[in-house]
């Protein structure tokens, strides 16, 4: 009975909330989830090669990085309004936009990664024979991942939260339980749609550190150089006779 009244009394925490709504808050989750990942994965496909054009010559670094900070300064009613146009009322609307915030992040990541590559490191892939392209793929691009993922880090998180905003067009996950119990003052909707949100960033970061850890073990793995010096045993690796 005490389960019962905690709905009827719209009390902040409430078992049978979930019991009775269990259903409507995975498909919130799920379509929370779906759209941040979309949103990420694209956002990174477009922000590579932006961050390779950056790189090219200082003449592409300031056009492409103010862009993508106006992108970034656009408050996100008024984007969503310019890309309605375009996309209509549908999820393309919601990860389009998404996309275009995470690029000032992603692309700043990539570029500070591939900066972050050691001089050495290069000279020795150009003394073995790497052309430009076995380079980038083969040496710049795996040193450069911790950076990329630490990007890719902060864009998921941020991602996770702006997500919710996608509610004013019915494409929101978990942010439109948040606005419909606003609207209806309805607290046990609101405090667990918001809790759940905070999750997904929490077990987003995780996940992703995971991966970044798995993909570098370069990074904890250190090896003694002759001389007494410490270096990276992946720049080692490049550096060794073929």
């Given at each position: 009975?005490?389960?019962?009244?905690?709905?009827?009394?719209?009390?902040?925490?409430?078992?049978?909330?979930?019991?009775?709504?269990?259903?409507?808050?995975?498909?919130?989750?799920?379509?929370?989830?779906?759209?941040?990942?979309?949103?990420?994965?694209?956002?990174?496909?477009?922000?590579?090669?932006?961050?390779?054009?950056?790189?090219?010559?200082?003449?592409?670094?300031?056009?492409?990085?103010?862009?993508?900070?106006?992108?970034?300064?656009?408050?996100?009613l008024a984007m969503f309004s310019l890309l309605l146009p375009?996309?209509?009322?549908?999820?393309?609307?919601?990860?389009?936009?998404?996309?275009?915030?995470?690029?000032?992040?992603?692309?700043?990541?990539?570029?500070?990664?591939?900066?972050?590559?050691?001089?050495?490191?290069?000279?020795?892939?150009?003394?073995?024979?790497?052309?430009?392209?076995?380079?980038?793929?083969?040496?710049?691009?795996?040193?450069?991942?911790?950076?990329?993922?630490?990007?890719?880090?902060?864009?998921?998180v941020s991602t996770v939260a702006l997500t919710t905003v996608?509610?004013?067009?019915?494409?929101?996950?978990?942010?439109?339980?948040?606005?419909?119990?606003?609207?209806?003052?309805?607290?046990?909707?609101?405090?667990?749609?918001?809790?759940?949100?905070?999750?997904?960033?929490?077990?987003?970061?995780?996940?992703?550190?995971?991966?970044?850890?798995?993909?570098?073990?370069?990074t904890r793995v250190r090896a003694e150089a002759p001389g007494?010096?410490?270096?990276?045993?992946?720049?080692?690796?490049?550096?060794?006779?073929?």
């Open positions: 009975m005490d389960q019962v009244n905690c709905l009827v009394a719209n009390e902040w925490v409430c078992p049978e909330y979930f019991e009775t709504r269990s259903q409507e808050l995975i498909d919130a989750t799920v379509q929370h989830v779906w759209i941040t990942a979309a949103s990420v994965v694209i956002g990174l496909l477009v922000a590579f090669p932006l961050a390779l054009l950056a790189r090219a010559g200082k003449g592409f670094a300031g056009p492409v990085l103010g862009l993508t900070t106006a992108l970034y300064s656009i408050p996100s375009v996309f209509g009322l549908s999820p393309a609307l919601v990860i389009t936009g998404l996309v275009l915030y995470s690029l000032t992040i992603l692309v700043r990541n990539v570029m500070a990664g591939l900066a972050a590559v050691p001089a050495e490191a290069r000279e020795a892939a150009r003394g073995l024979g790497y052309g430009p392209g076995r380079l980038l793929w083969e040496v710049e691009l795996p040193l450069a991942l911790p950076a990329i993922l630490a990007g890719v880090r902060i864009a998921t996608g509610a004013i067009v019915d494409y929101g996950g978990l942010g439109g339980l948040i606005m419909d119990g606003l609207d209806s003052d309805f607290k046990a909707q609101v405090l667990t749609a918001s809790v759940l949100c905070v999750a997904l960033a929490i077990v987003a970061d995780l996940l992703l550190l995971l991966l970044q850890r798995l993909l570098t073990p370069w007494g010096r410490i270096r990276d045993s992946r720049i080692a690796k490049v550096a060794e006779p073929a």
